[in-house]
Structure formats: C-alpha cells, structure tokens
C-alpha cells in the first residue's frame, strides 16, 4: 500500500535555528498538507498545498514557516527560527484529488525544540 | 467555521464489549466526516469516512460510525472490542466547499480491558 514518508522521524534542535522537515508524498497525489500536535494536545493544520502554492493557512502558519515542493517529489516544511513552543509532532499528508476525501498521513517528525 | 466536539477525553470498555467514542461537529456547508485512529508513536491511520449515502458507514478493522444529522453527530462504534483497540480516536470534519482543511476533535484515549 503506498505510503507517505517523513523524514527524520525525531529531530533536535536548538531554539533559534532552522530546521527542514521532509516528506514524500504518494506519488499520484495532487494535494498536500501539513498538521501538527503538541503533545497531548488536538491535531492542528498548518498549511494546504495545491498546484505549487499555499492554497490555505491557519493561524500557526506564520512568517517563521514556509513550505516548498522543490522537485516534483518532496515537500518540505521549513521553521525559520525555531521557538520552543514549535516541539510538536508534525504531521505530512497528501490526498489525490479535491473531492477525494481520505487523507493519507506520514508517522510524523517528532521536533524536540531546546 | 467548522468544529468538532469529542466529549470524552478516555473511555474504558471491557473485552469483548461493545463500544462508542462520541462526535459532534458543526459546519456550515454539508459534512464531511472522518474518523483516524492514532497508535502509540506512530502517525494517523483512516479508519472511516461519511461523505454521502447511508448513515451507517463500515469502516477498516471492524469499527463503524453512523451519521446523525439532527443531533450533528458521528460516533464511532464496534460490536466487540478487542485489546489491540486501544488507541487514540480522532473524530474530524470538514464542510464540502474550499480546498478541504480538516479540523480535528481532541482525541478520545480508549482502553480495552483484558
């Protein structure tokens, strides 16, 4: 069964510095997504990814975040300046079409903010 | 604005027994509705989706989830619960218009008690 792949799985970082967050979407899907979730807390979208552009944002998804398809195949996620309050799981999801209505999510990159 | 309410933070159920973990949702348009089940350190797994037709929707591991629109609700259901069960249940939803943002519920823990 196709899957979407994230990459690392955990990361550590020092407060103030970038980090890039990786995924491989499913191949033929068209429409990508990120969420995240702080520890025991609800699932929260960031940002949606359609035709090489953000086609909507959330609150969260402020200037310090920006996402990238740079090749066709991957689709990264990029924190600026790392705050602690971005430690969170965060989660990649791509879907096939607009009226396709099943997500399909990656395991997540734990981010570990220090 | 859409919203989803998961009322329970835990429930517990026995082996064996039956087992409901509730949903309520507002939207403005027609619902789409989802359930994801999330295990310990790992991603989001779809279980089931509502988008239109019967309101008893059959869904992956033996679990269902019927659609009410009256009481705006979509619990999740299984005749006989087993231990592997145990996890967390996400219940989301989206209105039918725009590029499909997903608000996810809190999340229900459910333990299955040997």
């Excluded at chain 1, 997504?33 to 025991?40: M, N």
């Excluded at chain 1, 609800?42 to 953000?54: D, G």
Aim: glycine share 8%.
């Amino acid at each position: 069964e196709p899957e979407v792949t994230q990459t690392p799985s955990h990361q550590v970082t020092q407060m103030g510095q970038e980090v890039i967050l990786r995924c491989v979407p499913i191949s033929n899907h068209l429409y990508f997504y990120w969420y995240r979730q702080i520890l025991g807390q609800k699932v929260e979208f960031l940002v949606s990814f359609y035709n090489n552009e953000i086609s909507e944002k959330s609150e969260i998804f402020d200037d310090q975040f920006s996402v990238e398809r740079p090749d066709g195949s991957n689709f990264t996620l990029k924190i600026r300046s790392t705050k602690l309050e971005d430690s969170a799981m965060y989660f990649c999801a791509s879907k096939t079409r607009q009226a396709d209505y099943g997500y399909t999510f990656g395991s997540g990159t734990r981010l570990t903010v220090v | 604005a859409q919203s989803v309410a998961q009322p329970e933070d835990q429930v517990n159920v026995a082996e064996g027994n039956p087992l409901t973990v509730k949903c309520t949702y507002s939207v403005s348009g027609n619902p789409y509705l989802f359930w994801y089940v999330q295990y310990p350190n790992r991603g989001l797994q779809f279980l089931l989706k509502y988008i239109t037709g019967d309101n008893l929707v059959k869904g992956s591991y033996g679990f269902e989830a019927e659609f009410n629109k009256s009481q705006t609700s979509f619990h999740l259901k299984k005749p006989s619960a087993l231990v592997s069960d145990s996890a967390l249940y996400f219940c989301a939803v989206r209105d039918d218009g725009g590029y499909q943002k997903v608000t996810f519920g809190t999340g229900t823990k459910l333990q299955v008690i040997p």
